[in-house]
């Protein structure tokens, strides 16, 4: 069993719409948690840190963390075909190295 | 400022042959990974450097793959004999400890990778 558990998609949606992203995670010593979004033929770029449990925004994104659940969540608000690519969440922290998921790929269709 | 920088971009090579991938890190970062990523198994950590030092070379999958970095701006990843199923996107990536968090956080800062291709 992977670390860090994501669904590969592909995730198609209409332009507007809300996207929920989701991945959970075993190692109970993760103490950070990160979504990289990679554009294709491109290397990932970090898009949402969050530490330990909780919710954190920046503008279009929300970022949710359970870890009573060990959940990992990313919402994007208002879609928009520019946010096509693929989304891979990350976990990390104290001794433990970074994991990757292996990435949902999203669509969102004008 | 400049990112990452990885060469080739594209490398297709026959079985058995040699394959050097080469990268330079973000001036001022203390720490570098070397990444694979294929679609089954996604992103594996291969071995990570910290002030030039290999901390980590869990990853490796085998004595056939060797990285080097011989001083702060460049690293190597190779190969020796390739395979056909060494065929992935080989990323680097760098990081600085500066900012108060240790290097294994995750602000990692990707190059745009080295297609290998190993016919």
């Known amino acids: 069993q992977k670390e860090v558990e994501q669904d590969p998609g592909p995730l198609s949606v209409p332009e507007g719409a809300i996207v929920s992203l989701n991945c959970t995670y075993s190692n109970s010593a993760f103490q950070y948690f990160m979504w990289y979004r990679q554009y294709s033929r491109k290397g990932p770029e970090l898009l949402m840190y969050t530490y330990s449990s909780g919710n954190k925004e920046d503008g279009r994104f929300t970022a949710q963390v359970d870890k009573s659940s060990k959940y990992i969540s990313l919402f994007i608000r208002d879609s928009q075909p520019s946010d096509s690519a693929t989304y891979l969440c990350?976990?990390?922290?104290?001794?433990?190295?970074?994991?990757f998921g292996t990435g949902t790929k999203l669509q969102v269709i004008p | 400022d400049a990112g990452v920088i990885q060469s080739p971009r594209h490398e297709v090579t026959e079985m058995g042959q040699e394959v050097t991938l080469r990268c330079k890190p973000i001036s001022g970062h203390n720490s570098l990974f070397w990444y694979r990523q294929t679609m089954m198994r996604g992103l594996e950590l291969l071995i990570y450097f910290n002030n030039n030092v290999p901390i980590d070379d869990s990853g490796m999958p085998e004595d056939r793959f060797s990285a080097k970095m011989p001083n702060a701006s460049f690293s190597t990843l190779k190969i020796q004999p390739s395979e056909p199923r060494d065929s992935a996107v080989y990323f680097c990536a760098s990081t600085s400890g500066t900012s108060g968090r240790p290097a294994n956080t995750g602000e990692l800062f990707f190059g745009e990778g080295s297609r290998l291709t190993v016919l």
């Open positions: 990350a976990s990390g922290g104290g001794y433990q190295k970074v994991t």
